[in-house]
């Protein structure tokens, strides 16, 4: 299996532009999951789906984020308009549920976005 | 609420010393825990879970145990490697939280030659 996938891996931009970051999740994972991690907030989870069906956005920091699963393998994390402030590390992550067993998520290699 | 904390960083460390990165943990029922590690330029890994209560967790030559008493879950490594050299998080996952992570805030390894 090839992992879980993000585009793009860097990303620099203006402010007030539009961002969209992408994530491919490992087939057959029902969970997906979006971080942002920077040195100052570390590690925080944004928002999280269950079966393409939004869980849980309350991370997400304000209107000018949002995010959607169209399908299975496939979500976006959108931007707009953006601000430096934004600048961060950006990660998906992917899980499968087992029967209700608390099971590992597997991440991305992470979206590098620079807001000038 | 749930909640997981870890020892600051960063932690330095000479090649071949003793490694304990201290995790406690605050949560309803019965939670697993974990281990990520996180490598320079990469995103987070798992090292090593536990499931229930006195289960020990090891990979790679790292372990935890998952102390119910002290709601503790502190990773060890007998001899460090300067490929050790990364951030790691203590995570847990609630009972019930579909599979939804807490992680701690990360401690930063420096193993030095």
């Known amino acids: 299996d090839a992992g879980v996938i993000q585009s793009p891996r860097h990303e620099v931009t203006e402010m007030g532009q539009e961002v969209t970051l992408r994530c491919k999740p490992i087939?057959?994972?029902?969970?997906l999951f979006w971080y942002r991690q920077t040195m100052m907030r570390g590690l925080e989870l944004l928002i999280y789906?269950?079966?393409?069906?939004?869980?849980?956005d309350s991370g997400m920091p304000e209107d000018r984020f949002s995010a959607k699963m169209p399908n299975a393998s496939f979500s976006t994390l959108k931007i707009q308009p953006s601000e430096p402030r934004d600048s961060a590390v950006y990660f998906c992550?992917?899980?499968?549920?087992?029967?209700?067993?608390?099971?590992?998520?597997?991440f991305g290699p992470g979206t590098r976005l620079t807001v000038l | 609420g749930n909640s997981v904390t870890q020892m600051e960083g960063p932690v330095t460390l000479s090649e071949e010393a003793f490694l304990t990165i201290n995790c406690t943990y605050t949560a309803t029922g019965y939670p697993s825990l974990f281990w990520y590690v996180q490598y320079p330029g990469e995103g987070l890994q798992l090292l090593l879970k536990?499931?229930?209560?006195?289960d020990k967790g090891s990979n790679k030559g790292f372990e935890a145990t998952y102390r119910k008493e002290t709601t503790s879950f502190h990773l060890e490594k007998g001899s460090v490697q300067v490929s050790d050299s990364a951030v790691y998080f203590c995570a847990l996952s609630a009972s019930g939280g579909y599979n939804k992570l807490i992680f701690g805030a990360g401690t930063r390894l420096a193993v030095h030659p």
């Open positions: 992550a992917s899980s499968h549920d087992l029967a209700g067993a608390h099971n590992e998520q597997f």
């Open positions: 789906f269950n079966n393409n069906v939004p869980i849980d």
């Open positions: 087939s057959g994972h029902d969970y």
């Open positions: 536990a499931t229930k209560a006195d």
